[in-house]
C-alpha cells in the first residue's frame, strides 16, 4: 500500500503562496483515488482537495479558486498550489489516499478514512 510523506509547509505572511508535496514510498500511487485535508489546533478537519485516477479533481468550498491539486504518476508526488493564503488557511495538512470509486472520491471523505501521512504545518500570519 501507499506510504505518503509531506512537504512544504512553512510560515508565511497573508497574501503569499505556498507548495505542498506528498511523495509515496510505498506502491500503488497511481491506483488511489488521492487528496489533501486540513486539521486546525482545535482538531476540527476538513476536506480540501482531491483528485482520482482519472485527473478529475474536487475542492472544498473555502479554497475553490485559490487552491490548485495535482499529481505527478511518474514521481509519485502529489501537490496543493495555495495561492493566496489567508490566516483562515493555517493547519496542519495530510495527504490522504484511498481506493474508492470517482465518485466517492472527494476530501471529507478522504479525511474520515484511507493512508494518510503525519502532516505539514502551515502558519499564516
Known amino acids: 500500500h501507499v506510504q505518503l510523506v509531506e512537504s512544504g509547509g512553512g510560515l508565511v505572511q497573508s497574501g503569499g503562496s505556498l507548495r505542498l508535496s506528498c511523495t509515496d514510498f510505498?506502491?500503488?500511487?497511481?491506483?488511489?483515488?488521492m487528496g489533501w485535508f486540513r486539521q486546525t489546533p482545535e482538531n476540527e478537519r476538513a476536506g480540501v482537495a482531491s483528485?482520482?485516477?482519472?485527473?478529475?479533481?474536487t475542492y472544498g468550498d473555502s479554497v475553490k479558486g485559490r487552491f490548485t491539486i495535482s499529481k505527478d504518476v511518474t514521481t509519485s508526488t502529489l501537490y496543493l498550489d495555495m495561492d493566496p493564503l489567508n490566516p483562515s488557511d493555517t493547519a496542519k495538512y495530510h495527504c490522504?489516499?484511498?481506493?474508492?470509486?470517482?465518485?466517492?472520491?472527494?476530501?471529507?471523505?478522504?479525511?474520515?478514512?484511507?493512508?494518510w501521512g503525519q502532516g505539514t504545518q502551515v502558519t499564516v500570519s
Open positions: 490522504a489516499a484511498d481506493r474508492r470509486p470517482p465518485q466517492l472520491c472527494n476530501g471529507p471523505l478522504l479525511a474520515k478514512s484511507g493512508f
Open positions: 510505498g506502491r500503488g500511487f497511481e491506483h488511489y483515488c
Open positions: 483528485i482520482d485516477l482519472s485527473g478529475a479533481t
